[in-house]
């Protein structure tokens, strides 16, 4: 199994509170991926990072930053929690661009009250 | 932009019997192709991927095949387990715009009975 763990693995926040959910690799992969998963929707990229300060948006990053210090640390931040945003969260690790496999971690789910 | 279409589940099947999963898609390049798996309480894992028109991947007794001429990529199994109970993604990736992302279909639950 590939080395990546997610912190918490279960949160309940208040609206309007600041959230950050972490991701660890013992990989060295290059590339991260956060993800939200809602039924219905399927997966769906928030933000990914092709490097250490490299990221970009993915189709639904509002409301949502992330940053990349170090290669094996990758930290999705929700400034001001909303309910929409209650969802299973999951970050992903490549070691090359999309075409080779993504590696998953267990998720976080995230309640939003 | 590039999409996923997958049948709508849940599906339910017996014990032994034979599987399919449809899935098309649209993208603009030259995708690769996927099927990732989700377990329950688990993340997702690759099942089978495919690269080029008229590949087929197969993986634990699944298969599917690349058909550029159809769009599709449609997972089968010949007789299916109960530990095969699980939440089925097709994906694709595209880079041939410089794409570095998956885009996922919405999933197929999938249920074994005995």
């Known amino acids: 199994d590939a080395g990546i763990t997610q912190s918490p693995r279960h949160k309940v926040t208040e609206t309007g509170t600041p959230v950050t959910l972490r991701c660890h690799q013992t990989?060295?992969?290059?590339?991260m991926y956060w993800y939200r998963q809602d039924p219905g929707h399927g997966l769906r990229l928030i933000h990914y990072?092709?490097?250490?300060?490299?990221?970009d948006k993915g189709e639904v990053s509002d409301g949502y930053s992330v940053s990349r210090s170090k290669t094996e640390d990758f930290l999705l931040t929700l400034e001001s929690a909303t309910s929409s945003q209650t969802s299973v969260y999951f970050c992903?690790?490549?070691?090359?661009?999309?075409?080779?496999?993504?590696?998953f971690g267990p998720g976080t789910r995230l309640t939003v009250t | 932009g590039d999409s996923v279409t997958q049948m709508e589940g849940p599906v339910t099947l017996s014990e032994e019997a034979f599987l399919t999963i449809n899935c098309t898609y649209t993208?603009?390049?030259?995708?690769?192709l996927f099927w990732y798996v989700q377990y329950p309480g688990e993340g997702l894992q690759l099942l089978l991927k495919?690269?080029?028109?008229?590949d087929k991947g197969s993986n634990k007794g699944f298969e599917a095949t690349y058909r550029k001429e159809t769009t599709s990529f449609h997972l089968e199994k010949g007789s299916v387990q109960v530990s095969d109970s699980a939440v089925y993604f097709c994906?694709?990736?595209?880079?041939?715009?410089?794409?570095?992302?998956?885009?996922f279909g919405t999933g197929t639950r999938l249920t074994i009975i005995p």
């Open positions: 992903a690790i490549s070691a090359e661009v999309a075409d080779s496999e993504q590696y």
């Open positions: 990989e060295n992969h290059r590339y």
């Open positions: 990072s092709y490097g250490v300060k490299d990221t």
């Open positions: 993208a603009t390049g030259y995708p690769s």
């Open positions: 495919a690269t080029k028109a008229d």
């Open positions: 994906a694709l990736s595209d880079l041939s715009f410089g794409n570095e992302k998956l885009t």
